[in-house]
């Protein structure tokens, strides 16, 4: 029986990968595709909401895929999602204007938010503690696969086949996760049968909807397609102040609130909500610039500067999976602070010790450690947060910390936009701005600028690395409070009654310590987190 076990969880594994290559993929397929996409469709001035529309829906879902995954199980959230993403996908192929592939690719990112939520919060519910470094090591390493891998993929499919296959080809990959989720995942009820009818909190997820649609679209279109003091970006910034005051009133009332304030209250949590916050923000440093630097101010192709960027996807998912050997010996916290210090010191000499021009190997022997120490800050935030909740509040959990940190990463796009076009403008006069110069870089004053821009960028990103370090020094516990308890084996197999009724009867026992709020243990040993 245990043989068996282990191979319906490897399909559910293999479910949960396809489904993170689904969301992961669609951040760099399309990027090397624009140019084909614009030439058949039009609208190139707009063409940024191509990506913008997706990231907005995903992040503004995330807390409600979240909060309905603790309701109604993560099983028919992660259906439904990918469901909508496949249709989204359809739509998308089919587009005949380009307003017609931005509004579908809103709908792709409506199934995104649950897709990215909810994986994470399944990878919890397989594993026990100790072996949950096994599950999130395979899903870095789906991520740094498709960034490596998704810009050359979009670019062979619209070169070949026509920049609609790279929606269609979601289609069979969706399709066997499908399948291997409805086959092989089976969740214990124990949970959420807390109430005959479960009260679902939709003015408060119409809210968090429109506020973090509003907010979001004033920091990603400020100072792009309107100046930030103009009469469209007032008005956002208000409407969204407004919603947000809207959203407390109404969460303040609701007996489940999709933004319960316990997320808040805990510690522990609020913490990492805030160190992950951070680290979105540093990350525009490198996802965001160093292409740009390493194009303009190096001089190299554009793969190449690809591939500047990507060794720090291939230590990301090594550093990841090693982490485990110290959290299990000094704690989640410190591991943490440890990476956030390594990616503090490695953001400093960006512009510090680099030398204009400089060679290749020094930015990317920089973005290699970069990845190392980011993996050993980031999963054991991720894992130490799931270890200190229960099943029936963990999609919540995860969700928040997911949500910050995509707050973060906006945040910083809009704030070091702002600081590199102020550097170029200085340097170069008024009026021109980073997108305006990186294509234009023959001359010495212009590759100067781009490189004191970028500087620029990494100084305010070694700042964030600074504020995540001491947000966890300061106001995280040492030591996580993690629950007693184990999770429950949440894939018996349906088709065998006597083991579906016996899987019910052990998860309804394990469950139940959840159900009455199981009382928190502090982290005591290397092998006993």
Not at 298 to 313: D, I, K, Q, R
Request: with cysteine; aromatic share 8%.
């Amino acid at each position: 029986m245990q043989g068996s076990t282990d191979r319906r969880r490897g399909a559910v594994v293999a479910a949960l990968m396809l489904s993170m290559a689904l969301a992961a993929l669609d951040t760099t397929i399309v990027s090397t595709a624009v140019p084909q996409i614009v030439g058949d469709l039009g609208g190139f001035s707009v063409f940024s909401w191509l990506f913008s529309g997706y990231l907005l829906a995903v992040t503004v879902t995330l807390p409600v895929y979240g909060k309905l995954s603790d309701t109604f199980g993560r099983k028919p959230v992660l259906i439904a999602g990918s469901v909508l993403f496949l249709v989204g996908s359809l739509l998308c192929a089919s587009a005949w204007n380009m307003g017609a592939l931005i509004a579908f690719r809103v709908v792709q990112g409506l199934g995104g938010g649950a897709i990215q939520g909810t994986v994470q919060t399944l990878a919890a519910d397989l594993y026990p503690l100790k072996e949950r470094p096994k599950i999130q090591a395979k899903l870095s390493t789906v991520w740094a696969t498709s960034s490596v891998l998704g810009p050359a993929l979009g670019g062979l499919l619209a070169s070949f086949a026509g920049w609609r296959w790279i929606f269609l080809i979601n289609l069979p990959i969706g399709a066997v996760a499908l399948f291997l989720l409805v086959r092989h995942l089976h969740e214990p009820r124990a949970d959420r049968e807390r109430a005959a009818r479960p009260r679902i909190d939709w003015a408060g997820a119409l809210a968090v909807f429109a506020a973090g649609g509003a907010l979001l679209t004033w920091l990603v279109q400020g100072g792009v397609a309107w100046a930030w003091g103009s009469a469209p970006s007032l008005a956002l910034l208000c409407t969204g102040v407004v919603l947000i005051g809207a959203v407390f009133l109404i969460e303040r009332r609701v007996a489940e609130p999709i933004l319960p304030g316990w997320v808040w209250r805990r510690r522990t949590i609020a913490a990492v909500n805030l160190a992950l916050g951070a680290m979105g923000l540093l990350m525009v440093a490198p996802t965001a610039f160093l292409p740009t630097y390493a194009q303009s101010v190096l001089g190299l192709s554009p793969t190449a500067a690809g591939f500047v960027l990507s060794v720090m996807t291939l230590s990301w998912p090594v550093s990841a999976a090693l982490s485990q050997h110290v959290y299990r010996r000094i704690g989640f916290r410190d591991t943490a602070a440890i990476g956030m210090a390594g990616a503090l010191v490695l953001l400093a000499a960006f512009p510090l010790l680099l030398p204009y021009p400089g060679e290749v190997w020094q930015p990317t022997l920089l973005s290699l450690l970069l990845g190392a120490a980011l993996g050993l800050f980031q999963l054991p935030l991720i894992v130490g947060v799931q270890s200190t909740v229960g099943w029936a509040e963990r999609g919540t959990a995860t969700a928040s910390v997911l949500f910050y940190r995509q707050i973060g990463q906006t945040v910083g796009a809009a704030a070091f936009g702002a600081v590199a076009n102020g550097v170029i403008a200085g340097r170069l006069g008024s009026g021109t701005d980073l997108d305006s110069v990186a294509r234009d870089t023959g001359a010495d004053e212009v590759r100067r600028a781009i490189d004191a821009a970028v500087d620029s960028v990494y100084v305010g990103a070694a700042c964030a690395a600074g504020i995540a370090l001491l947000v966890l020094l300061t106001l995280a516990p040492r030591r996580f409070p993690v629950l007693e308890s184990e999770p429950p084996e949440p894939v018996a197999e349906k088709s065998d009654p006597v083991a579906e009724k016996s899987g019910q009867e052990k998860s309804s026992a394990a469950q139940l310590p959840h159900q009455q709020h199981s009382p928190h243990v502090q982290e005591k040993s290397p092998g006993t987190d």
